[in-house]
């Protein structure tokens, strides 16, 4: 069974930044691709930023050029470092996991809470 744990969430000011980390209980290098989503209150959840096995990332629009999405195959580990950090950016943010198969796995949710 896939275990992802999430860290880093808190509070931070408008401006500030946080960088997060998915820990995953097996080999990421097992997983097709990595994201991170968030879901705010009263929304849908979302994409934020995607890595696939050979690196290539994608991000929400209203991300890039803000957060940026990184993995580190010997830690199991995938971040996601969140600059100029805006009131519009709290929420839950979630990390999942995709097998080629399709199948997905997701953690448990770090709140990120951007106020001052």
């Known amino acids: 069974q896939v275990q992802l744990v999430e860290s880093g969430g808190g509070l931070v000011q408008p401006g500030g930044s946080l960088r997060l980390a998915c820990s995953a209980s097996g080999s990421i290098f097992s997983f097709n691709a990595m994201g991170w989503y968030r879901q705010a209150p009263g929304k849908q959840r979302e994409l934020v930023a995607s890595i696939t096995k050979t690196g290539l990332t994608n991000y929400a629009d209203s991300v890039k050029g803000r957060f940026s999405i990184s993995r580190d195959n010997p830690k199991n580990t995938v971040y996601l470092r969140m600059n100029r950090l805006d009131t519009e950016d709290t929420a839950v943010y979630y990390c999942?996991?995709?097998?080629?198969?399709?199948?997905?796995?997701w953690g448990q949710g770090t709140p990120v809470t951007v106020s001052s």
């Open positions: 999942k996991a995709q097998r080629d198969s399709g199948l997905n796995y």
